[in-house]
Nanobody
Framework: QLQLVESGGGVVQLGGSLRLSCTTS????????IGWFRQAPGDEREGVSC????????NYADSVKGRFNISRDNARNTVYLQIHRLKLEDTALYYC??????????????????WGQGTQVTVSA
């Protein structure tokens, strides 16, 4: 079973930047489309961005377009989420997960499998 580990979160000032990483041990990520999701206190978990196994296809939630960039380095078995111009509303626990590749072709990030611990991003004013 694919078990993903997120890292790179922290406390960042408003307008700052951060890069999150998603990796796994054992199984290789290169076969999987991967998505980043986030959950703020009191809110439901929402999809942020997804990337195909090849890295050629990506999508983004409207709220993060132009500020977030998803990428992957299959040689390093890692998927990244680069975040720029952080807003207060970006404060959340960020998770990565494998996503259904067929649904991804329909521009839907549909996660499957278990969730990791996540990495906390806190934006300070």
């Amino acid at each position: 079973q694919l078990q993903l580990v997120e890292s790179g979160g922290g406390v960042v000032q408003l307008g700052g930047s951060l890069r999150l990483s998603c990796t796994t041990s054992g199984l290789t990520l290169e076969r999987y489309a991967i998505g980043w999701f986030r959950q703020a206190p009191g809110d439901e978990r929402e999809g942020v961005s997804c990337i195909s196994a090849s890295g050629l296809m990506t999508n983004y939630a409207d709220s993060v377009k132009g500020r977030f960039n998803i990428s992957r380095d299959n040689a390093r078995n890692t998927v990244y989420l680069q975040i720029h111009r952080l807003k207060l509303e970006d404060t959340a626990l960020y998770y990565c997960a494998a996503v259904d590749p067929i649904r991804f072709l329909q521009d839907v990030c549909d996660p499957f499998g278990s969730w990791g611990q996540g990495t906390q991003v806190t934006v300070s004013a």
